[in-house]
Structures are given as structure tokens and as C-alpha cells.
T-cell receptor, first 115, second 111 residues
Framework: DAGVIQSPRHEVTEMGQEVTLRCKPISGHNSLFWYRQTMMRGLELLIYFNNNVPIDDSGMPEDRFSAKMPNASFSTLKIQPSEPRDSAVYFC?????????????FGSGTRLTVV | GENVEQHPSTLSVQEGDSAVIKCTYSDSASNYFPWYKQELGKRPQLIIDIRSNVGEKKDQRIAVTLNKTAKHFSLHITETQPEDSAVYFCAASSNTGKLIFGQGTTLQVKP
């Protein structure tokens, strides 16, 4: 199993540009989570999906952020337009069906720098 | 809303000593409590977890305890080694599946 796969690993973009982060969860995992990590705020949950359906997006900072999960094997997090304060490491995580004995597995993250 | 508080924010111990990190949670419906270790520039990695029907769990040098009444859970690392140096995160989740993290503890083990 290749684990949770995120791309790109690093992204440098100019303020105002659109940024799209991608995530492929572990096959068979039914829940997918997007987190943002900064020194000041730690690991913040942005949004999560169960069976491809968004369940809770209360952590999405503002309308510039959107996330989709068109199928069980792919999700995107989009920022449009990007701002310097969006600079952070964005992690995607997945977990098996609720109630499983197994926990959440994180991807390697995307380090986003907005200049 | 749900909240997880973690203490201390930094912890420095001598190699061979024990380290204890404590967390409290606010959502009484929380029933799953994992701990993650994150090394610099890497992803959080699950090191141990405990469910609400268990009071204690141990895996070699690592143990976790849970007090549901007080909404406390703790990570204990014995015989610490320099390679234990990292940031440790506690987290809590209920049946909704929403995993909320504490702020993290930077552990430094001095050789």
C-alpha cells in the first residue's frame, strides 16, 4: 500500500493565484480529512468527508477555500485567490470505515508558500 | 465546540528519564484518543492509540492512560532515547470521526 499520496510536495505561488492541492487516500478508506499546520495554530482541521460527502467544513477559513471529493480515490483543496497568510503545510489524512480499529494515516503534506 | 488542550508545550529530559505529556478534552462523546509523533519536516505518525473502553494501553516503552471521568489522557515514555526527540500531538475523536488535535509538545531528549 502506497499510503496517502499528496501532490505537489512543495508549491510556491504568487499572491492572487489559484492553488490546487491533491490527495489520494488509501484504497478502502472511507473518510478523508484536510488539515493545515502552522507554528501559530498547530494542526487545524479544515474539512472532512465520509464516503465522498463533505460532513463538516466549519474549519475552512473563508470562501477562498474550497474542497471536493469527486470519487473515493481523489480529493482536491483549492485556494482562490491565494494570500501570503495561507502559507502553511497542508496535510491530507484518511481512515477506514468508522468503528474500525485502525486510525488515521497522514500523507506527506504539501508545503505551500504564497509570496 | 470540541477542544483538546495539551501540556506542556515543551519538555526537556535527560536520556533514560521518563517523559509525560498530558491532554484534556471537552467533548464527552469522544471515544478514540490517538497520539502522533512528528519529526521535523515529516508527517505525523501514529504511535499509540486508546479507546474509551480501555483505561491503559502499553507498547514497549510507550504507554497511554485514560481517565474518562476527568476527561484526561496522558502519554508516558520510559527510558527515553535521543531518537524520541520530536513533536508529540494528542488528539480526540467521537463517532463523527472528526479528529481534533492538541497544540503539540516539543520533546527534547538530551544525550
Amino acid at each position: 500500500d502506497a499510503g496517502v499520496i499528496q501532490s505537489p510536495r512543495h508549491e510556491v505561488t504568487e499572491m492572487g493565484q489559484e492553488v490546487t492541492l491533491r490527495c489520494k487516500p488509501i484504497s478502502g478508506h472511507n473518510s478523508l480529512f484536510w488539515y493545515r499546520q502552522t507554528m501559530m495554530r498547530g494542526l487545524e482541521l479544515l474539512i472532512y468527508f465520509n464516503n465522498n460527502v463533505p460532513i463538516d467544513d466549519s474549519g475552512m477559513p473563508e470562501d477562498r477555500f474550497s474542497a471536493k471529493m469527486p470519487n473515493a480515490s481523489f480529493s482536491t483543496l483549492k485556494i482562490q485567490p491565494s494570500e501570503p497568510r495561507d502559507s502553511a503545510v497542508y496535510f491530507c489524512a484518511s481512515r477506514p470505515q468508522q468503528g474500525s480499529i485502525y486510525g488515521y494515516t497522514f500523507g506527506s503534506g504539501t508545503r505551500l508558500t504564497v509570496v | 465546540g470540541e477542544n483538546v488542550e495539551q501540556h506542556p508545550s515543551t519538555l526537556s529530559v535527560q536520556e533514560g528519564d521518563s517523559a509525560v505529556i498530558k491532554c484534556t478534552y471537552s467533548d464527552s462523546a469522544s471515544n478514540y484518543f490517538p497520539w502522533y509523533k512528528q519529526e521535523l519536516g515529516k508527517r505525523p505518525q501514529l504511535i499509540i492509540d486508546i479507546r474509551s473502553n480501555v483505561g491503559e494501553k502499553k507498547d514497549q516503552r510507550i504507554a497511554v492512560t485514560l481517565n474518562k471521568t476527568a476527561k484526561h489522557f496522558s502519554l508516558h515514555i520510559t527510558e527515553t532515547q535521543p531518537e524520541d526527540s520530536a513533536v508529540y500531538f494528542c488528539a480526540a475523536s467521537s463517532n463523527t470521526g472528526k479528529l481534533i488535535f492538541g497544540q503539540g509538545t516539543t520533546l527534547q531528549v538530551k544525550p
